[in-house]
């Protein structure tokens, strides 16, 4: 890139964010266009391309699929039986109904794509919101911080979780015992906050009609194949990578679009184009602009020249390069998509770690698997920062985008400004919290 | 779900639209023939990194200019690729860094006296193009009371720096010998070569070209200190790519293997303008590529193996001006002359 390439694409990312926060441009169209400044200045090559598709893909196709699946389901009316059910165990109470909320989202998270688990649980928060009389905008906000803090429950729980936990070989059952915890933690911080972050909804209190009754399913064979297939990949998500033929999550979204699309046209229901006129595409739009953005910036040299600072500023003073690490990409994840950020720094932390001489050169390579102990605050505070500083803004994570994109799609849009009164407290809670795991790991191991 | 209002429809029609030509914009942007080399010649400007200052390879004289055989390796790749040899930003990197910012794309091509092993070959993504020096570890003892042969050396103390190649060597050469030792781990060439003439150990292990170069330093003159016969490794230096772009790699390789031919062919320098006009010689001719062949299938400016030879001369120029007789080291070219001569310098035909 040149310097004025450079000067270019740090223009966009801080002209799309602006644009952003005072609600000047719509967010879709306000990234498009951002897309297409990149390329007139010939920021964009090829190979960018293959590596905007290699970061995004997956995240898109786990999506669209289900955004797929999800709408299929509607016909046969499951989402107003489970609703009801829900609302029926609230007994009326806000409170009861955003602590089930935690509940409900938070060991789905912990083991299914966020966004595809807030897809799949919208329409049952929506009408537990409706039926109770409250502004469902809290509700979905919460959906997706939830969904967004479980990932650190598990090595599975988010993309970005995953690809840190990858980078140093750590298998499931390390992470449980190692990081489950501050994840845990994370989630749970949640409960002293939304007395005060949500003080309507919480001090809710509405009288259910005695007779309430979850309604009957509707469309019995549509019903019967969708549940099979939902199930089919739920199963897929959680053991499809132990297949002799190794199916990824994305691979297993995309299936599961195929399969409910030929679902809906066998059963005749209603027809295919309906189906697909009703996915969120302007979401899907500007998540794919926010990689090729992310990769503009990658591509301008600011992570290596981050990772370069690292060594120079700290040399080997691993409790300072983590607290960096957690902070800067806490807040760098709040404003870009976390998985491009944190596949860019887990190649930035390995290169510092190899110059800090804290591990050695093997490290970085994919097959080294000897890592020292001594470096696993580091990663994890890499894995804090990437998963929970997305909670701050509404483009921080994709599940903040999909919650945002549904709340618009019934009427009540979700401006940028807004979204920060319960993000931004809650990231400041969970980064302290992450701080003070990292802290103990440093010490403790 | 909401049913949908006809104008929510036309919406979602038109944003899926969009979708597809955002998808179609992307895969339409120019396709390069080589990322590296694309970026190299629309900047004009090659990125290369070096070492923090080791005589004969990569250093900076008083004046400021970069000099050595990999100073000169990156000045003929940047003559071939942007046509002008000075085009070249030299990153000066600490050992542990090297790789690093090669991976992450902060230089371009590292020409560091880095030894070319399957482990970095095959396990850090890296590619070598090709081997500039061929190097070999030994040992520097001081001339009075030193060991005078590698067995002399068991239970000495020998300075060796940290996470390299010649830590490992030294390991595995006396340990398979049952021969006990202490080795002073230090931070860098020029850490050891301080500890050893402090006195802090009895030798200095490292390339044998490191250690006539440390030599040139030491306190009281060179001529205190031999450098001993025998070396425990293959030492293959040579430039280092990231793997991933092959158009690179080649174009590399064949600058390297340019100054090679150039000086089986008796091409130097000096008389390259003359050599150019000897339009009889066909295959003198192909091999400076004067159709511009070759350069159309590397994908630079036709011209380049004048460019090459021009800016920094053949192979044994650029030898004897860093490393050999034109140099202060005054190192043999040993393993590194010409096949013709009995080393392993070779150059696949340029046909």
Known sequence: MTDFQIIVTVVVAVSLVVVLIFDWLDMTVAGLLAVIVLIVFDILSRQDVLSVVDAGGGVLALLLGGMVVARTLVPTGIFDYVGVRFLVLTRGSGKRFLLGLILLIAPVCAFLPNATAVLLLAPVILRVAMALNIDFVGPMILTAIISNSAGMLTLVGDPATFIVGSAMNMTFVEFIRRVSLGGLLTVLVLIPLLPRLMRDTWNVQRDLPADLAPPRLKEPVLGAFALLLLGSMILLFLFGEDLPTRIVPPAVSIIACAVALLIVYAVKVEPVQKVLADIDWKTLIFITSMFVLVQALIKAGFMQTAGNGLYEQFGVNRLGVAFTLLFGIGLLSGVLPNIPLVAASTLMIKGYLVTAQLVPEEALGVGFDTWPITTLPVFVAMMFGGTLGGNATLIGASANIVSGGICAAHGKPVRFVAFLRYGVPVTLAQITIGAIYVLALYYLI | ?351
């Open chain 2, 1 to 351: 779900m909401t049913a949908l209002t006809p104008r929510t429809a036309t919406w979602r029609r038109l944003w899926a639209v969009s979708l597809i030509g955002l998808g179609l914009g992307l895969a339409v942007v120019e396709a390069h023939a080589g990322e590296t080399l694309a970026r190299v010649q629309t900047l004009r400007l090659l990125r290369c990194g070096v070492s923090d200052g080791r005589i004969g390879f990569s250093y900076q004289d008083a004046k400021g200019r970069w000099a050595g055989l990999d100073v000169d390796f990156c000045r003929a790749v940047a003559a071939a690729a942007v046509g002008d040899a000075d085009r070249v930003r030299f990153s000066s990197l600490i050992t542990t860094a090297r790789f690093p910012a090669l991976r992450s794309n902060e230089i371009d091509v590292l020409a560091r006296n880095t030894s070319w092993t399957i482990r970095r070959e095959a396990g850090l993504g890296l590619q070598f193009a090709g081997v500039l020096y061929y190097d070999g570890q030994s040992f520097m003892v001081r001339r009075k009371g030193g060991a005078q042969s590698l067995a002399g050396l068991k239970g000495a103390k020998i300075c060796v720096v940290r996470t390299t190649t010649t830590e490992q060597n030294l390991a595995d050469y006396f340990n398979s010998r049952g021969w006990k030792y202490q080795a002073v781990v230090v931070e860098s060439l020029d850490e050891a070569a301080k500890a050893f003439f402090a006195g802090r150990c009895v030798a200095h292990t490292a390339d044998r070209s490191a250690l006539a170069a440390a030599r040139l330093n030491a306190p009281g003159g060179p001529g205190g200190y031999i450098i001993l016969a025998g070396q425990i490794s293959k030492e293959p230096l040579g430039p280092v790519v990231k793997r991933g772009d092959e158009e690179w790699l080649t174009l590399l390789r064949w600058t390297l293997f340019a100054t090679i031919e150039a000086e089986e062919q008796g091409v130097t320098s000096k008389n390259i303008s003359v050599k150019a006009s000897e339009k009889q010689d066909v295959k003198l001719m192909r091999f400076l590529d004067a159709n511009g062949d070759f350069a159309k299938l590397l994908g630079v400016k036709p011209g380049w193996v004048i460019r090459v030879l021009t800016a920094v001369g053949n192979y044994g120029e650029m030898f004897e001006r860093n490393l050999g007789r034109g140099s202060a080291l005054k190192l043999d070219r040993g393993p590194n002359r010409l096949w013709t001569q009995g080393g392993l310098m070779y150059s696949p035909p340029f046909q």
